[in-house]
C-alpha cells in the first residue's frame, strides 16, 4: 500500500486531553490499515505554545518521534527537552504530556499500538 500527501486528512483538535491551544493531527494510517494492532498513525503539528495534557495510556503504548522543533516532555512527572531525531515510548499504564517550547511549529510522529 501506498498513500500519497492528498491522501491524508488533517483535524484541528483544541484543548487536546486538557492542554493549551490547538494540535493540527494528520492521521496517516486508519486502524483498520494497522491490522487492527493500533489506533493512530499520525502526525501531530503544535504552533509555539500549544501542548497535549497529561494521560494515561491503558492497555495501549504511544511512540512520539520528533520530526522538528522543540517540545518539553513529561514522563511521569519527569520533564525532558526533545529536539528532531528524538524518541519517546510510553508504555501501558504510563502518562505524559508534550509542549512546543520552541518559536518554531512542532512536528512530531505520534503511533498508538494495542498493548
Known amino acids: 500500500m501506498i498513500k500519497r500527501q ?40 503544535l504552533e509555539p505554545g500549544a501542548s497535549i495534557g497529561y494521560h494515561v495510556h491503558e492497555n495501549e503504548m504511544e511512540i512520539y518521534y520528533i ?9 511521569n512527572g519527569e520533564v525532558f527537552k526533545l529536539y528532531p531525531g528524538d524518541t519517546t515510548l510510553t508504555p501501558s499504564g504510563e502518562g505524559h504530556t508534550v509542549r512546543n517550547a520552541g518559536d518554531s511549529p512542532l512536528e512530531l510522529l505520534a503511533l498508538i499500538l494495542y498493548a
Open 6 to 45: 492528498n491522501d491524508y486528512t488533517t483535524e484541528r483538535k483544541e484543548n487536546m486531553r486538557g492542554g493549551d491551544g490547538a494540535v493540527m493531527l494528520t492521521e496517516l494510517l486508519k486502524p483498520a490499515e494497522l491490522s487492527e494492532k493500533g489506533r493512530l498513525c499520525a502526525i501531530l503539528t
Open 67 to 75: 520530526l522538528n522543533g522543540v517540545a518539553e516532555y513529561t514522563d
